[in-house]
């Protein structure tokens, strides 16, 4: 099975912050990996599919970067609305990182 | 409205099984397969299958096999994931999500582009 690592865990950041997230995949997996951002009590969100192409609706300050075993995930300026919990996921078998929990400085 | 409306929370004694539903609204039900993934508390997200709703063929993570269902209601646009024999570690939220296919230059890539609110599912004796 493909493992996901994400780092780090979590991070505290300021608004208008730059914040960088990264997920490591076991073996390499190509541009298929897709990142989500959560919050309790509502609907997970699709952010980037295939490494770097933005999910419609999503403010260009996400970005997505990386191919084969190691990507990341920018913030250009943190938003309040920011604060949430992003997850990796590689599809080949769906398996997601730990997740990277972004909190208030 | 495109949406995933999930069941409300469930809590359940060890042992017990409990099923919980997904009606999808806005979109041609049987053209796009369905995933249900979970969250424990304090850990990640976590797949658990897939079914196509359209014949009802399921695929399952090896870890749930013999103890995960999953079907579909093509008359109420409804799926369904029943889980049997619970315990304390199935405590979490279980979401369904929609699957989606974009393909680029002959390579396809996979996602989940809608999710439900999830449910959350307590087990405690």
């Known amino acids: 099975d493909i493992q996901m690592t994400q780092s780090p865990s979590s991070l505290s950041a300021s608004v208008g912050d730059r914040v960088t997230i990264t997920c490591r995949a076991s073996?390499?997996?190509?541009?298929?990996l897709n990142w989500y951002q959560h919050k309790p009590g509502e609907a997970p969100k699709l952010l980037i599919y295939a490494a770097s192409s933005l999910q419609g609706g999503v403010p260009s300050r996400f970005s997505g970067s990386g191919s084969g075993t190691v990507f990341t995930l920018t913030i250009s300026s943190l938003q309040p609305e920011d604060y949430a919990t992003y997850s990796c996921q590689q599809s080949h078998s769906y398996t997601f990182g730990g997740g990277t929990k972004v909190e208030i400085k | 409205q495109v949406q995933l409306v999930q069941s409300g929370a469930e809590v359940k004694k060890p042992g017990a099984s409990v099923k919980v539903s997904c009606k999808a609204s806005g979109y041609t039900f049987t053209s796009y397969h369905m995933h249900w993934v979970r969250q424990a508390p304090g850990l990640g997200l976590e797949w658990m299958g897939t079914i196509n709703p359209s014949g009802g063929s399921t695929t399952y993570a090896q870890r749930f096999q013999g103890r995960v269902t999953m079907t579909r209601d093509t008359s109420t646009s409804t799926v369904y994931m029943e889980l049997n024999s619970l315990r304390s570690e199935d405590t979490a939220v279980y979401y369904c999500?929609?699957?989606?296919?974009?393909?680029?230059?002959?390579?396809?890539?996979?996602?989940?582009?809608?999710w439900g609110r999830g449910t959350l599912v307590t087990v405690s004796s």
């Open positions: 073996q390499s997996i190509s541009r298929k």
């Open positions: 999500a929609r699957h989606r296919t974009h393909c680029s230059n002959g390579i396809c890539y996979w996602f989940f582009d809608l």
